[in-house]
């Protein structure tokens, strides 16, 4: 995938609390172009894969347990330097750290359900994408 590309999902709770307008909204006022959209539904077994960095964490369980609990808004986004910049939209972890503004300050409850994910590097965004679109969605 090129460098120019990050990869999100709208996750359970955004998608739950209706604000999946809202949020595309925002990522495509932002600057961002929507390369590829769905809603999905991740199983136990993907949620545990696609976290697998984290399976050692006291929240892991949760973790999927969150992500699997209602369906997400998977999608690539295309921007210069989309990585870091849409690290930037959607601002800390803990939406209690999230600079005003951005999406997690916005519409997270907590450092766990925080409404969205963002890829933290190039090669992550990449293999996140690869994930969840097959080759002929990607355009
Ligand atoms: N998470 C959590 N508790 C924590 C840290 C993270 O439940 O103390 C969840 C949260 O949903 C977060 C995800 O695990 O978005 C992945 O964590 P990471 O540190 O990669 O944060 P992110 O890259 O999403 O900001
Ligand atoms: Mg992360």
Redesign the pocket.
Known sequence: MATNRTFTML?PDAVEKGHIGAILEKINASGFRIVALKLTHMTKADAESF?A??NE?P?FG??VE?MTRGPIVAAILEKENAVADFRTL?G???PADAAEGTIRKLYAAS????AV??S?SDENASIEAEFHFAGREQF
Do not use: M, P, S, V
Not at 111 to 114: A, H, M, R, T, V
């Open positions: 996750k976290y960095i984290h964490r929240f949760e973790l969150y959607i800390a972890t803990n450092i766990g359900e925080n994910h963002g933290d």
